[in-house]
């Protein structure tokens, strides 16, 4: 994790009262007020008792009845990605394959003198057209340009015929096609070559640019997945060392490669990561049909595509926790899940449940679980990093899913009640640029699950998007707003708090008003969601009106 060094002159001694709003905070429900001292939260109470520290502060913070909550963490995030995203070639809002090239043309004709055209976000089953673009559309659309457009989930990708002339060997790797999206080897080449064209500066002002939305939307922290097949070394340590030097959130990186020894979990730490995991894929994914599934896809006579098996799984699990490294996978098939779980357990008999639960490996995405994974996952100790934006988006029985799977198989995908019920400790994200950057978008996409059985409650899920991002880097003492714990909070206007469940079906915590359990914003979609005013994090602002 990349620390801030704290300036004793400002932040490390500096104390600031907040008052006149609402904090969310399990020490006081009810609490109106916040004191915090440096990069910690000092005192949490009532607005009567407030008045004893005013006198002796830096700073009082009126919050004219604005809320409070813990900064979220997005739990799986792809920084640069997110930042080319926004800086450049977004097709996420195309409509029609006729406006996703009308988009690239126009981009093309005002970016003269880019090497390579990047883009990222199309997604063809939304398009009545029902197809991505031919190659040969692309040529047109671009001038003839090397152009690299991934499809929205990043696991495959379209490209122009300049492209594919630059990657010497290409139309022989697997998973070339020669009219169709680019998946596996030869769809990371092309990745390779073309990201091989951004310059530090550009790469460093995607970086600035995607931490500076995460600030604005009360995301105090990251967890950055990085990794050989998906970027660079040098991307992945030019973002720690861009995170400890400016004033925004803080980055935890995780580096996906396989770990055989001591010497290469070393090398993995050498590089800032706290972990080998993230997206070590051991599949791809339902859009690009390159999941690894149990049977046949709905749409397509073949069950996708294993980049792990269960031998190789047990062996990274057992490295990893005998090097003291939080393991972790990419999964989101059923069978590409039934392998973590058997490789993990087989790790576990090699080196200790005991050690294998402690170190808290963690499974990214996780969509299509079954009850035996279920279990696997609370027998290990298995952290579920998810994104519930992946059901609003592809979801419901006219979605990505039912077209993938049919409408059967889709209503068991992201099973987040059940989870929970099974006690499997569980994350928020978004893999942005899969999805975008939204927090209380991504809280309200796991309450109002499209698949009502599979929704959990506002708590459950505000919680797992704030203190859960912590408890899967290993930190259970922060994401909360408690005495001692990091002064990492968000303030945001808001309309009046309530105590939210969908409905009595789902999974839940207590949600009685008596019990004096924290109100929350409603999240009830077609309603306006919170917006963030500030974001603190150790103590700093790196979002709104500085209080430093």
């Known amino acids: 994790m990349s620390e801030r060094t704290p300036d004793p002159a400002s932040s490390g001694t500096r104390t ?7 904090v969310h905070s399990p020490a006081d429900p009810f609490a109106t007020a916040m004191v915090v001292e440096g990069d910690r939260i000092a005192w949490v109470g009532e607005e009567g008792a407030a008045d004893s520290f005013a006198d002796g502060v830096d700073e009082v913070v009126q919050l004219d009845g604005a809320l409070v909550t813990p ?42 003198a880019d090497r390579i055209l990047l883009g990222h976000g199309w997604d063809a089953s939304a398009w009545p057209e029902g197809r991505p673009p031919s190659r040969a559309e692309l040529d047109a659309a671009t001038g003839g340009r090397p152009l690299y457009l ?32 680019l998946t596996g080897d030869a769809h990371h080449a092309v990745r390779r070559a073309a990201h091989a064209t951004v310059t530090p500066a550009q790469r460093a002002e995607a970086q600035a640019a995607a ?5 604005s939307l009360g995301i105090g922290t990251v967890h950055e997945c990085a990794g050989p097949e998906i970027s660079s070394e040098d991307d992945f340590t030019g973002l720690l060392a861009l995170a400890r030097e ?29 972990g080998a995991a993230g997206d070590l894929f051991a599949d791809g994914s339902l859009g690009s049909h390159t999941a690894h599934l149990h049977a046949p896809y709905a749409d397509a006579g073949h ?85 519930p934006a992946f059901d609003a988006a592809w979801g419901g029985t006219e979605g990505m899913y039912a077209a993938r799977l049919g409408a059967e198989r889709a209503r ?11 006690g499997v400790p569980i994350a928020l994200g978004s893999d942005s640029p899969v999805t975008p950057l939204d927090p209380w978008g991504t809280v309200r996409a796991a309450v109002f699950h499209r698949t009502r059985a599979h929704g959990i409650s506002a708590r459950a899920a505000f919680t797992a998007h704030t203190r859960g991002g912590w408890r899967a880097v290993g930190r259970d003492d922060a994401g909360v707003l408690v005495p001692g714990a990091p002064a990492d909070y968000a303030v945001w206007r808001t309309g009046e708090l309530i105590v939210q469940a969908p409905d009595e079906r789902v999974e839940r915590w ?24 500030s974001t603190v994090v150790g103590g700093r602002t790196v979002f709104g009106p500085p209080n430093e």
């Open 303 to 387: 069950t996708g595509t294993a980049h792990l098996d269960a031998d190789a799984i047990a062996a990274h699990v057992a490295a990893c926790t005998e090097a003291g490294l939080q393991a972790g996978f990419h999964a989101i098939g059923d069978a590409a899940l039934t392998s973590v779980v058997d490789g993990v357990r087989a790790a576990a008999e090699r080196v200790g449940l005991g050690r294998v639960r402690a170190a808290r490996h963690r499974v990214e995405h996780a969509e299509m679980l079954t009850e035996a994974t279920i279990a696997g996952f609370a027998e290990l100790a298995l952290t579920a990093s998810v994104q």
């Open 211 to 215: 931490l500076a939305r995460a600030a």
């Open 412 to 422: 068991t995908l992201n099973p987040y009640a059940a989870l929970l019920r099974a």
């Open 510 to 533: 207590s949600t009685d008003p008596r019990s004096g359990t924290p109100g929350l914003p409603d999240l009830t979609p077609g309603g306006d969601l919170p917006v963030c005013l």
């Open 16 to 22: 600031v009262l907040l008052r006149g709003g609402e």
């Open 71 to 112: 900064a979220f963490t997005d739990a799986h995030v792809h920084t640069t990605a997110t930042g080319l995203a926004l800086t450049g070639l977004d097709l996420a809002g195309a409509a029609t394959l006729a406006d996703a090239l009308a988009r690239i043309r126009a981009y093309a004709g005002a970016r003269p």
């Open 246 to 274: 400016t004033n925004g959130p803080r980055v935890v990186g995780y580096w996906a490669e396989a770990v055989a020894s001591a010497k290469d979990a070393e090398r993995i730490r050498g590089l800032g990561a706290i």
């Open 150 to 181: 991934t499809r929205v989930d990043v696991h495959s990708a379209v490209v122009t015929t300049a492209l594919l002339d630059l990657v010497p060997g290409i139309r022989d790797q697997p998973g070339h096609h020669p009219d169709a999206p």
